[in-house]
């Protein structure tokens, strides 16, 4: 079981930037596929941003290529999510979610197994 906890949201203004980070339980950090989702109230799970299983592809969703990067630190079980240019529309839940994906379902969240509690993020006009 990989336990994976985020911090690092809050509520910034328009134009603003923030980091999330994810920390995972499991030592194996590093074989599996990571990925960062948002849900904002009355919607579905939005796939943000995740890195691939093996050789460390990144993958980001539309509304935030451009503005969203994503790093990891297998050293430290932890994954990043740096979020410049913060638009209210960007406001929702952000969660980390882990597993063994295959390439094909890395926007997916039924591809994942492991989900954190999320940490909401609150963008002002």
């Known amino acids: 079981q990989v336990q994976l906890v985020e911090s690092g949201g809050g509520l910034v203004q328009a134009g603003e930037s923030l980091r999330l980070s994810c920390v995972a339980s499991d030592r194996t950090f590093s074989g599996y596929a990571m990925g960062w989702f948002r849900q904002a109230p009355g919607k579905a799970r939005e796939f943000v941003a995740g890195?691939?299983?093996?050789?460390?592809?990144?993958y980001f969703g539309d509304p935030v290529l451009g503005r969203f990067t994503i790093s990891r630190d297998d050293a430290a079980n932890t994954m990043y999510l740096q979020m410049n240019n913060l638009k209210p529309e960007d406001t929702a839940v952000y969660y980390c979610?882990?597993?063994?994906?295959?390439?094909?379902?890395?926007?997916?969240?039924?591809?994942?197994?492991?989900w954190g509690q999320g940490t909401q993020v609150t963008v002002s006009s």
């Open positions: 890195f691939s299983r093996f050789g460390g592809y990144t």
């Open positions: 979610a882990a597993g063994r994906t295959i390439t094909s379902q890395i926007r997916q969240a039924s591809g994942y197994a492991y």
